[in-house]
C-alpha cells in the first residue's frame, strides 16, 4: 500500500490514532468530494477558497478563471495546502466534552502547474464534468476554442499528505457510563433531491438515464 | 444592514455579481455550517485544517487542543482565513463550459484571541453544543475543571469578510438552448439519518425530544 512520506508538516498531532497517511485512504476521501478548501498565501496572508477537485493519479486537478486569484497564484509556483472534508454524524457523548463529530477528511500539500496541451487539458475538464455527473460529458456540447482558453486548468502534485477520520460511538469517561443521559451517534449524509428541469427545457426532453441512476444511487 | 469594508482582500474577484458583504448574508451562511476551514500560514507554508465553528456577535469562536497547531498559530497572533461552505445543487448546463454548482460561500479574516475568563469559556462552550444539538448542554454532564483547561477556546474577530452565492438555473450561451440536452438543477442537502444508540446506553433511556425534533427537521 503506497504511503505518504511522514514529515512534521503532514503528522496528525491531536490523537494520533486517528492519522492515516496511506494513498487508498486519503484517495477514496478525495474521491467522495466534489469540492475541496484551498489555502494559499499571498504577502504573508492566507487565503482559503473552495474550489471543485478532481484528482488524476496522484495530482490534484483544479480549474478557474485564468485569471483568478488561485490561478495566477498556482502559475507563480506558489504552495498550496487543500482540505476535503466529510461530516458523517455527531457524535453525542454522556459528557459535554466527549462530543465530537464522525468525520473523514485530508490535507494535502504540493504545488501546481498549467495543463496547456490541448487533449490532456480537455481530458482534465473531462474529469470535473464526469464526477459531479458520471455520463454528462458525451451528452453535453464540448467545449469550444473560446471556451479551453478562458479556463486554466492545474495539475497539484501531491507532495505530503495526510487523512483523519473518526469513526463510530462516543468515548466516556467510564463514570459517565451510569449517567441517564442518551448517548449514540446521529449519522448525516448528503442527499439528491428532485431534478429541477430549466425553464426553457424542451418540455419532450425527458432526465437521461445517467442522472436518474445519480438520484437513486443518492 | 451592517457591510463589511470592501478591500482588494475580500472583493469577489470572478463573478463579482455573485459576491455579497452584509453580515446578515454572511452571518447566515455560518449559521447554516457546522464547520469552517481555518488556512494559516507558520514559515510560509500555507495549511488548511476543517474546524467545529460557532458564531457570537461579530466573532467566530474556535475550539480545541491547547497544544494543537492551529491554537498555538492563533495564541501567536496569526492571521487567519476562514472559509464557510454549502452545495446546494448540481446546475446542468446544455453545455460543459456552464456547469457549475449552485453554493454559498463565505470567506473571512481576521486574528484570534484566547477565551480565558471561566464563565465566559463556558458560555463558548455551550454554543459549540447548542449549535451541534440545540437542547444538548443541559442534558449532558457539564464540563469539570480538567477538561476546560484541556480545551483551548479562541474569538476570532472578523476583520473583513465577503460571501460568494450561486442559485437558480444553468445560464447557457444562446445558441445552445436548441440542443436536446437535459438541462437544470439537482438540487443536494445533507440530511440527519437514524440516530444509532450506544451500545452500552441503558435501553430505557428513550431518545430525548430535542434530539428527535432535529432528526425530523431534517
Redesign the interface.
Known amino acids: 500500500m503506497a504511503q505518504f512520506e511522514l514529515t512534521e508538516?503532514n503528522r496528525v498531532?491531536?490523537v494520533p490514532k486517528r492519522g492515516a497517511y496511506d494513498s487508498k485512504t486519503i484517495y477514496e476521501i478525495i474521491g467522495d468530494a466534489?469540492?475541496g478548501?484551498?489555502?494559499?498565501?499571498i504577502d504573508?496572508?492566507?487565503?482559503?477558497?473552495?474550489t471543485?477537485i478532481a484528482r488524476q493519479g496522484d495530482q490534484i486537478l483544479l480549474h478557474?478563471?485564468t485569471?483568478?486569484?488561485l490561478m495566477r497564484h498556482i502559475q507563480s509556483g506558489g504552495?498550496?495546502?487543500?482540505?476535503v472534508?466529510h461530516?458523517d454524524g455527531?457524535v453525542?457523548?454522556?459528557?459535554?466534552?466527549h462530543?465530537s463529530?464522525n468525520?473523514r477528511?485530508a490535507?494535502l500539500?504540493g504545488r501546481g502547474e498549467f495543463i496547456n496541451e490541448r487533449r490532456a487539458k480537455l481530458e482534465a475538464?473531462r474529469q470535473?464534468?464526469e464526477r459531479?455527473?458520471p455520463g454528462?460529458?458525451d451528452?453535453?456540447?464540448?467545449?469550444?476554442e473560446v471556451?479551453l482558453k478562458?479556463?486554466a486548468v492545474a495539475a497539484v502534485t501531491i507532495d505530503l499528505a495526510s487523512a483523519k477520520v473518526r469513526t463510530g460511538?462516543?468515548s466516556d469517561e467510564e463514570d459517565?457510563?451510569s449517567?441517564?443521559?442518551?448517548?449514540?451517534?446521529?449519522?448525516?449524509?448528503?442527499?439528491?433531491?428532485?431534478?429541477?428541469?430549466?425553464?426553457?427545457?424542451?418540455p419532450d426532453?425527458?432526465?437521461?438515464g445517467y442522472?436518474q441512476k445519480?438520484?437513486e444511487a443518492g
Do not use: C
Request: aromatic residues 10%; glycine residues 4%.
Open positions: 508538516k498531532q491531536r466534489l469540492i478548501h484551498v489555502g494559499f498565501v504573508d496572508q492566507p487565503f482559503v477558497i473552495p471543485l478557474g478563471a485569471s483568478s486569484r504552495d498550496l495546502s487543500i482540505a472534508t461530516i455527531l453525542l457523548a454522556r459528557s459535554v466534552f462530543h463529530i468525520y477528511s490535507v500539500f475538464l470535473f464534468t459531479l455527473v454528462r460529458w451528452d453535453a456540447r464540448q467545449p469550444n471556451e478562458a479556463t460511538p462516543p459517565d457510563y449517567l441517564p443521559v442518551w448517548a449514540g451517534v446521529l449519522p448525516m449524509r448528503q442527499v439528491y433531491e428532485d431534478a429541477i428541469p430549466d425553464d426553457r427545457l424542451d426532453l425527458e432526465i437521461p442522472l445519480l438520484i
